[in-house]
């Protein structure tokens, strides 16, 4: 009768092995996938996350621009300063000179008694003469004493006015600094991940030519828009004279332009100074409102809640604006992106 015996069964030291073996199995493919190169991002996400980076470096470069325009207005302000302190240091000096000599007349005159200058005198008329040029010397000294101090008084205001706006200027200086590289960061950014696309699917994404938000539009032809009155007319044309030229962040013309440099270059051709930034053109002129139905040629229209972006309305409801880096200046509808408000010139 043949024998039944049964399996012999693994020992625990067996098992823990396997286990542990298995483990380890697990743990190495869990690492090689973790080493593993990462999937490349499509052309969709690339392009939200271009999108953001640009419109973020934008909102920098209107920083830079308000704060290049403040320490351009303070560089100056500290140069008048300057200018009027060594001029005030020079008054100073002449007015110490000239009491110095009064007072070293009145010194020579004063060395005798008076009455005894008169007794000793062999022409009276001539010393009463110089009598009273000696008192006249007196009331002049007493005059340029109180113009020295209130000369000295001035010097010490216009130092003390210098040395606040040249500390301004080195707390701007430091926020245009700041802003810079931020703008300079974000493009930094923009450029790796475009770098990872075709060279037709980057200038797709730059130009804002690929899909429903894009902010492109046909060059237009200015004959086709309303007429515009006034100095605004005179924007206008500018401005649509230079459709095509390319977006250079912190331009303000001829050739490049920024959102705000665009207006500022096209209203300056016009006679008129425009602020710098689209956040201070945003408070320039005559409100109009939110609604482009009630837009004219030449108003200034302010996009986003922080207002970092600009465009000007030319008719038929498209605005004329320089949009972003890799972008040129062009038309787009007005109500492509959120309204802040409408500024009349």
């Given amino acids: 009768m043949a024998s039944h015996r049964r399996p012999k069964q693994p ?35 690339v392009k939200a996350q271009v999108d953001k980076l640009l419109e973020e470096q934008e909102q920098a470069a209107e920083k830079y621009n308000g704060a290049k325009e403040r ?21 100073l000096t002449d007015l110490a000179s ?12 004063g060395g005798v008694d008076p009455s005894m200058q008169l007794m000793l005198s062999s022409d009276p008329d ?12 007196a009331s002049t000294q007493a005059e340029t004493l109180k113009s020295l101090k209130d ?33 300079q960061s974000k493009l930094q950014e923009a450029q790796k991940l475009l770098s ?18 894009s902010r492109s539009s046909s060059r237009v032809d200015p004959s086709t828009l309303p007429p515009a009155s006034g100095y605004a007319a005179t924007a206008v044309a500018a401005a649509l004279s230079k459709q095509g030229s390319p977006y250079v962040w912190g331009a303000t013309g001829p050739s490049t332009f920024d959102c ?46 922080d207002r970092h972006h600009v465009g000007m309305y030319i008719g038929n409801g498209l605005v004329l604006h320089a949009p972003r880096t890799g972008d040129v200046v062009k038309t787009m509808k007005v109500d492509t992106l959120p309204i802040s408000t409408i500024r009349r010139v």
Avoid at 16 to 40: E, G
Avoid at 273 to 295: F, M
Wanted: aromatic letters at 6%; a neutral charge; charged letters at 20%.
């Fill in 126 to 137: 001539k010393y009463l003469t110089q009598a009273a040029s000696f008192d006249q010397a």
């Fill in 98 to 109: 000239g009491l110095a000599a009064v007072a070293g007349d009145q010194y020579r005159q």
């Fill in 11 to 45: 020992s625990r030291a067996r098992i823990s092995v396997l286990t542990a073996a298995a483990a380890t199995a697990v743990a190495l493919s869990a690492q090689v996938s973790a080493h593993a190169a990462p999937a490349q991002p499509s052309k969709d996400e």
């Fill in 196 to 213: 990872k696309l075709s060279a037709a699917d980057r200038a797709a994404i730059l130009r804002g030519t690929d899909g429903a938000a």
């Fill in 71 to 91: 320490a351009d207005q303070l560089r100056k302000q500290a140069e008048q300063l300057q200018d009027q302190v060594a001029r005030s240091q020079e008054q």
């Fill in 151 to 183: 000369q000295q008084r001035r010097l010490d205001q216009q130092k003390q006015e210098a040395a606040a706006v040249l500390h301004e200027l080195d707390s701007q200086t430091q926020a245009l600094n700041d802003a810079k590289n931020d703008v």
């Fill in 260 to 305: 705000s440099g665009l207006m500022v270059w096209a209203y300056a051709k016009a006679g008129v100074s425009l602020p710098r930034t689209s956040q201070s053109q945003g408070s320039y002129g005559v409100n109009v409102g939110t609604d482009w139905h009630n837009a004219q040629p030449g108003d200034l229209v302010i996009y986003y809640s």
